[in-house]
């Protein structure tokens, strides 16, 4: 839950080599919209996390969030 009081659900598995969830959020005007993250090893030590979000039930994804994670 954000700070707004939205609730984001996720579903989903560990398959060939990455994490992927899926949900759909409900903004205050009432707006769906699937939520995709991704977390991907990309090198020893390394993760990528992809976040992307779909106004049209998954048919077009854009990018909200790309961050990539390294142990210190």
């Known amino acids: 839950m ?3 009081g939205n609730l984001l659900q ?10 992927i969830l899926e949900g759909e959020t409900v903004d ?3 707006a769906r919209a699937r939520q995709r993250i991704t977390w991907e090893p990309t090198a020893p030590g390394q993760v990528r996390q992809l976040w992307e ?3 049209d039930g998954g048919t077009t994804w854009t ?10």
């Open 2 to 4: 954000d700070g707004k």
């Open 53 to 55: 979000t779909s106004a």
């Open 10 to 19: 996720l579903e989903g598995a560990f398959a060939r080599g990455r994490m």
């Open 63 to 72: 990018v909200a969030f790309d961050g990539h994670y390294r142990k210190r």
């Open 28 to 30: 205050s005007a009432g």
